[in-house]
């Protein structure tokens, strides 16, 4: 059975090859600031593209999604706004989830763009 960080990334693969199938460039993976971490960093369309992806074998406890909290969006706020800063970045910028079910019956992907935004 795979750990944590092998299922992490496997996620990202498949979300990466998602996002490029879609026409989506990819920028960075696993970006870190301190202890922040990006999933990954992409663009389409002029917009800059902040990836969280969540990989889970079942959705019995909930969808992956789910466990994207508002604690965790707060550090993704943050982590973007330390990459947007250090890349001099000044377009628009999302944040998307990528849901990903995948056990030995299927593979389900789904993108959530526009999943949460910053506040105020």
Not at 71 to 82: E, G, N, T, V, Y
Not at 115 to 120: H, N, Q, V
Request: glycine share 6%.
């Amino acid at each position: 059975m795979p750990n944590n960080t092998e299922k992490g990334n496997l996620g990202e693969e498949i979300a990466i090859s998602h996002l490029l199938k879609r026409g989506y460039e990819i920028f960075d993976k696993n970006w870190r600031f301190k202890h922040l971490e990006i999933d990954i960093v992409a663009g389409i369309n002029g917009i800059l593209v902040i990836v969280e992806v969540k990989l889970r074998t079942s959705n019995a406890f909930g969808a992956p999604e789910e466990f994207v909290t508002k604690s965790k969006q707060k550090k993704l706020i943050k982590a973007a706004h330390h990459y947007i800063i250090e890349n001099n970045i000044q377009t628009e910028t999302r944040f998307d989830i990528i849901s990903i079910i995948q056990n030995a019956n299927e593979l389900a992907v789904e993108h959530i763009p526009g999943a949460f935004y910053p506040t105020l």
